[in-house]
């Protein structure tokens, strides 16, 4: 199994969804609330970000920013990104805890 290793960080998917979807139930709003705000004309947007299937727009990132009183950048999360030739969730999650643990020792 060959897996190529991508040496730049980009925002993580599943890791920003998780968060947004914490700080958004930390702040005390509900999906229907946030699919309002945002003008959404249905919610289904917005359990594809907390899932990690689809990002949020630019635009809806910053709405939400403002909503929740933060920057942005506090919205999303970022690390390395990798892939593998299979669709092997066990290899990439070793993978990426690999890069990042050693990142962490060398003081990166």
Known sequence: MD???????SVLPEATGKNIKSKIKKAGYSVNYIQNYLRLSCPQPIYRWFNGKVMP???????????????????????????????????????????IFSDYINGN
Request: proline share 0%.
């Open 57 to 99: 727009s630019l635009n809806h990132l910053y709405m939400l920013s403002r909503l929740l009183n933060i920057h942005m950048e506090q919205l999303l999360v970022s690390g390395y990104m990798d892939r593998c030739d299979v669709d092997d969730y066990e290899c990439l999650s070793i993978v990426s805890r690999t890069i």
């Open 3 to 9: 897996c190529v290793i991508y040496d730049f960080k």
